[in-house]
């Protein structure tokens, strides 16, 4: 069941309530470079980016952000830290929303010219706390741990609701995969703003999906969480892709071929992994939700494959083609990869 | 707080109680050919496996069990489909645990058999529950739900409980994660058996170890799981670190090196990429536990570095060293990379 979080407005996007979840992903090209920006961002989009974030360093990379909008497609969130007068400037120049980092915006006067240029302008703004950038007295009280994250976040937010700003979105991220679902799950509880998921310097390509998936994945699992990040040292395209795949693996994005394929071992009796490999292939650009099995053994194989839409189980020299359940075919192992194809379009044509 | 299970033998280790968590992957050799499954068990041990289990699909495979028993470190577990006599005969070669599926070893006179063989020997039996081969009644009454997989589980747990046999392992695997993790969830409330973790037909590396991920590790971070095995359409090497990952992730592994590097964003002013590649390289083959943090940017980078043993932020040609928390040199960027390597050693000689 998911968690009831106020809808919210980014751009031509809703987040929240009922919405569907939002990727997020991040530039790491400079702001102030207009033409790579954009360029990385249409990348992104065309991945299946939802939202993007860009840095803004100076006045400089701000007084761009009016033309980056201009030519993308998605919502443009302006990330601010240290210096509120950036975020006046990115608010002036149209981005969706803002995120402030409440560690090191500076005093409460500065917070409040941003919401109020924020609430005039009616775009939200992230209270994006980071353990590495704890509100100081929150720090001091409870140390660098989840209830700290929670505090940093929840100060801020009593800062806002006294203007009467509350187009909030709020994030708690950690390293630490253990301490950031534990300050998700008790934030959770205390407010109904939506909730923006990430573990933050989860890491290298493989480490940091591992981080992430758990992270993420455990909480939407929960039903908590509205949009998630996922940060990697790596081509933010990956983000995105891992994001995706995030969601596709709790049931919240119904879109594309999913594979299911058993891991190989003693049974085996057929190349599965080139196989698996020529239908990662034959399938990656097909957008309507399709659940693949390519199973190597009669052990699992047609069990599984009974919930798959098309599959295949192997062995032996021979193969059997399953379509919606009903075995459709068997064919000699040879054969079996082009029988397959033939299953596919029909399937295709048919929906 | 982990889940209280009971602690079981399984050749030279334990699992369950406090023991550690313990990885497991499969053979995908021919178990007839010992040469080449001791030669894959043994790269898999030095990858870190800690139990290792292989397919017995005739008679011939399970007398082979014996020798490739004698030859290898780690414990063998016997995997049995449809056929007690293998079941019993795997036991007569001295594995140090066998996995039946409820689903498909017949009747409860043959289960009988085997947990009075097992029990002889004094070795575990795993029951193996997999969504594609529930129990005929569970799937009738409850459908393929996670219920059905408790109750094909709870059925058999029951036959062996009637002989005095309480060396009991379970899983119940699926390759949906949200009905796996629900699954696993009942059952740890309703026994205390040692769980063995998983997602079954997880798929190809990355979406494998998506799934796998989010569904492991969430129960990990509930405290429930005492082994686990990922399941990849991969080399199984790559299963185990995948395993070995998701136990670091959850602080379940302290063990070699764990980067925190950023995700790179329009602030990173440093080469960020290569530099964690060539520390990922540099620090590969340590065993000590250490958390490396690498960082583009002032904005989080000293904060984060605090919590790291050894930490580098980077920007505008110069870079900062950390070593537990203080600030120990700051450099010219193209120095960084060799300082930190003198810090290193420093750091591992000292430990």
């Known amino acids: 069941m998911r968690r009831k979080s106020r809808e ?5 996007k809703k987040m929240g309530g009922t919405a569907a ?3 997020q992903s991040m530039t790491n090209t400079d702001t102030k470079d207009v033409e790579k920006t954009v360029s990385q961002i249409k990348e992104l989009e065309e991945a299946g980016c939802d939202v993007i974030r860009v840095a803004v360093l100076d006045k400089e990379a701000a007084e761009k952000l009016g033309e980056i909008k201009k030519r993308i497609n998605i919502p443009l969130v302006a990330d601010i830290h240290f210096d509120h007068k950036l975020a006046l400037e990115a608010i002036n120049q149209g981005v969706d929303k803002v995120r402030i980092n409440p560690g090191n915006i500076g005093n409460i006067e500065n917070v409040k010219k941003v919401a109020q240029s924020a609430k005039h ?6 209270i994006g706390v980071n353990i590495g950038s704890l509100d100081k007295k929150a720090e001091a009280k409870y140390g660098r741990t989840a209830r700290a994250l929670v505090e940093s976040a929840l100060n801020e937010v009593r800062v806002l609701e006294k203007l009467g700003f509350f187009d909030i979105v709020i994030s708690l991220k950690s390293s630490d995969v253990a301490r950031t679902v534990e300050a998700y799950r008790m934030v959770a509880e205390k407010c109904d703003y939506p909730l923006h998921l990430g573990i933050t310097e989860a890491g290298t390509y493989m480490a940091g999906t591992i981080k992430s998936s758990i992270g993420i994945g455990s909480l939407l699992l929960d039903g908590i969480g509205d949009t998630l990040r996922v940060s990697l040292t790596e081509n933010p395209v990956k983000e995105v892709l891992v994001g995706r795949q995030i969601l596709k693996s709790v049931g919240l994005l ?7 394929s058993c891991p190989t071992c003693g049974r085996t009796q057929i190349d599965l992994f080139s196989l698996v490999e020529e239908i990662e292939k034959l399938t990656a650009s097909i957008k309507k939700p399709l659940k693949i099995a390519v199973m190597g053994c009669v052990v699992n194989g047609p069990g599984e494959a009974k919930e798959a839409d098309l599959g295949i189980a192997g062995g032996n020299g ?4 399953f379509k919606k359940g009903e075995v459709s075919k068997t064919v000699l192992e040879k054969d079996l990869l082009g029988e397959f194809k033939k ?6 044509g048919a929906k």
Not at 8 to 12: D, Q, S, V
Not at 318 to 321: A, Q, Y
Not at 343 to 348: A, H, T, V
């Open 318 to 321: 021979r193969g059997i083609i």
């Open 8 to 12: 919210i407005k980014i751009g031509n």
């Open 121 to 126: 302008k009616g775009i939200p703004i992230r």
């Open 254 to 260: 119904n879109e594309g071929v999913e594979i299911i």
């Open 21 to 23: 979840l939002l990727v």
């Open 343 to 348: 299953e596919l379009n029909k399937f295709l």
